[in-house]
């Protein structure tokens, strides 16, 4: 709820030199929540980021729409274990969600990984918020592109 006190002014506040670690460090802009009414535990434990833009209230019922590989995964050694050829598709699992509000700030003011970037505050980059965007960002742009530049790089200098 909170932040959208920041939600217009966040990056003109990191470009004035606003102290912002204590608030990175809150739960403003990180949230997180489990659904605990569904019968089952995952037995996946790694931290999956995945986008996500429609209402927090839906995000219990888009397990399936945004983690598809996991969600085929899991059903698939859910029906292993029936000795009946019994087949389920809709298996529901505990899961733990945390939300990263950060992307949601509005750009109006320039980009926020060029603001955070540009900041002297280093304390910045210590915060949970801060790092699970930048390992998103990484994942999701960086990885890709860098890594066929560095395999580039590799097979020109071998040539």
Request: one cysteine or more.
């Amino acid at each position: 709820m909170f932040s959208h006190l920041f939600q217009y002014n966040l990056i003109e506040l990191i470009q004035k030199g606003v102290d912002m670690a204590p608030i990175f460090r809150s739960n403003v802009f990180l949230h997180e929540f489990d659904y605990t009414e569904w019968p089952s535990t995952s037995e996946i434990t790694d931290t999956v980021l995945a986008p996500y833009n429609n209402s927090a209230f839906k995000l219990r019922f888009e397990y399936k729409n945004i983690y598809k590989d996991l969600a085929s995964t899991e059903n698939a050694k859910y029906n292993a274990d029936f000795a009946d050829n019994q087949v389920i598709d809709n298996v529901y699992f505990k899961i733990k969600y945390q939300v990263n509000l950060l992307p949601a700030m509005s750009t109006d003011e320039g980009s926020l990984m060029e603001a955070i970037a540009g900041s002297d505050e280093l304390d910045i980059f210590n915060t949970e918020a801060v790092q699970i965007l930048v390992d998103f960002k990484w994942q999701q742009f960086a990885l890709r592109t860098h890594s066929i530049g560095a395999i580039s790089h590799v097979c020109y200098m071998c040539f």
